[in-house]
């Protein structure tokens, strides 16, 4: 393996009520990361698509364990996103590699997505935190949607580890209520961004 995982944490939010009107149902909220080894540290390597395989079956495996810890149902995951913390001895571009494989797992595992999975990295030391963008998952323009999940591990990413991320949600913000922002429904119709 390139990528051994050392240890697997999650973070999961129910959201009852924020300010305004308690929704009907609660907005379910998580993240879930995987601190692997970083087979690139302390050297430069110019081709990175080895690892290609091996992440996206991570990306499919996490993206199953969130979906069971928001409850199990799929079609109810209506967000997501993607990161990566990269430790100290290794490079950003380290991170970049979790974001094709890691966001077509997560796409496998939930079984739909057309849109972008919105995604950040940074290099970090133990226990760096970040915030990971949330957008919908067939139109990343639904501004009800734009929101962020924070997760971090607190005895990761050692020097020659990686945080890898993902996340999602069942629903945008709650009473979310964004002046001038688009609705699925606006999707396809003349003028829309594509």
Request: aromatic share 4%; glycine share 16%; charged share 20%.
């Amino acid at each position: 393996m390139l990528f051994p995982v050392r240890k697997i944490v999650s973070l999961i939010e129910e959201i009852r009520s924020d300010h305004g009107p308690a929704p009907a149902m609660p907005l379910l909220k998580g993240a879930i990361a995987a601190v692997v080894g970083n087979p690139y540290v302390g050297q430069y390597v110019d081709d990175l698509s080895p690892a290609t395989a091996e992440l996206r079956a991570l990306g499919e495996e996490l993206g199953g364990q969130l979906i069971a810890h928001l409850g199990g149902d799929p079609s109810s995951i209506e967000s997501y996103g993607k990161g990566a913390i990269v430790g100290g001895a290794g490079e950003i571009e380290h991170g970049a590699m979790w974001h094709i494989p890691g966001g077509g797992g997560m796409r496998a595992a939930i079984g739909r997505g057309t849109s972008i999975v919105p995604s950040t990295k940074k290099v970090g030391p133990m226990g760096a935190r970040l915030d990971v963008p949330l957008t919908h998952l067939d139109w990343s323009y639904v501004g009800s949607h734009y929101d962020a999940i924070e997760m971090g591990v607190s005895d990761g990413p050692r020097p020659n580890e990686m945080v890898l991320i993902l996340a999602m949600a069942t629903g945008g913000r709650i009473n979310a209520r964004l002046a001038g922002g688009f609705t699925i429904e606006d999707q396809g119709k003349p003028g829309m961004p594509a």
